[in-house]
């Protein structure tokens, strides 16, 4: 993604969240898009707690900044552990949101099961795991078929046009 992904708006999909004695809530993730600094607040989705990085680092090492496809550690302050889950998203800016529907083209595999209207899917997009429905338009998606869909997740997930994402049977 490059320059352009240094450029857009700052997202982290949250692989762990855990308590370190001295510190407090520290997530860990690879930055998606954008660039963090520690003079910027996060929110964390779904449920929009607002956090301050303390500090930043990158393979172990402190850094002043993360940026797309690094590996990194961000130390919170002001927001406790439980609130910061695997499958949340560290944002910066104001316009990302968190949301039940999701529209996608979808392509499914050969030998994929047909999808009927209101199949139960898990629903793998950043580091989410969720339950989801999937409804085709216009009817059923027939195995191999490229067909727009409406995605029904439970609970809430962030995702934006051209996110990659995956299904497996429920």
Request: hydrophobic residues 40%; without cysteine; positive net charge.
């Amino acid at each position: 993604r490059g320059k352009a992904a240094r450029n857009d708006l700052f997202r982290l999909p949250v692989d762990r969240a855990f308590t370190v004695k001295g510190t407090g809530t520290v997530i860990t993730g690879t930055v998606w898009t954008g660039v963090l600094t520690l003079e910027e607040s996060v929110r964390v989705l779904p449920g929009g707690a607002v956090a301050r990085p303390r500090g930043l680092q990158n393979h172990g090492e402190t850094v002043t900044r993360i940026t797309p496809g690094m590996r990194a550690a961000v130390a919170l302050a002001g927001v406790e552990t439980t609130a910061v889950a695997r499958g949340s998203t560290l944002v910066t800016d104001p316009a990302w949101s968190e949301s039940l529907v999701l529209r996608a083209d979808f392509t499914t595999l050969p030998e994929a099961p047909e999808l009927r209207p209101r199949t139960r899917v898990r629903l793998h997009l950043g580091t989410s795991d969720v339950g989801a429905r999937v409804v085709g338009v216009g009817g059923p998606v027939r195995a191999g078929s490229q067909r727009p869909v409406r995605i029904l997740a439970d609970p809430l997930v962030v995702g934006r046009g051209g996110d990659r994402f995956g299904f497996r049977s429920a």
